[in-house]
């Protein structure tokens, strides 16, 4: 069964960046897809992010487009996620998922792994 861990959560002030981390727990295969989803208190999970197998392919939800950026280190087994000019309503907890099955990549009940989330938080 694979583990995702997340890391790199934290709090930062309105403007700042932070940059989040996924690796599996143990060895993961790197045919998936990888994914960020988001979720804010009261919400429910959002789509944020997703990158394909061999990072040829990106996709963004419009709110976080050209503030955000996927990447993978398939030689690491590390997804990251570099968040810039980040805002208060980024707030939320983040996930990382992955699959390897195909489907709408910004449903997450296609994804077959998830992390335990890391809190991000941004004060105004």
């Known amino acids: 069964q694979v583990q995702l861990v997340e890391s790199g959560g934290g709090l930062v002030q309105a403007g700042g960046s932070l940059r989040l981390s996924c690796a599996p727990s143990g060895r993961i295969d790197s045919a998936l897809t990888m994914g960020w989803f988001r979720q804010a208190p009261g919400k429910e999970r959002e789509f944020v992010t997703v990158?394909?197998?061999?990072?040829?392919?990106?996709g963004y939800a419009d709110s976080v487009k050209g503030r955000f950026t996927i990447s993978r280190d398939n030689a690491k087994n590390t997804v990251y996620l570099q968040m810039n000019a980040l805002k208060p309503e980024d707030t939320a907890v983040y996930y990382c998922?992955?699959?390897?099955?195909?489907?709408?990549?910004?449903?997450?009940?296609?994804?077959?792994?998830w992390g335990q989330g890391t809190q991000v938080t941004v004060s105004s």
């Open positions: 998922a992955a699959r390897s099955r195909g489907g709408i990549y910004s449903d997450p009940k296609t994804y077959d792994y």
């Open positions: 990158i394909n197998r061999n990072g040829g392919y990106t």
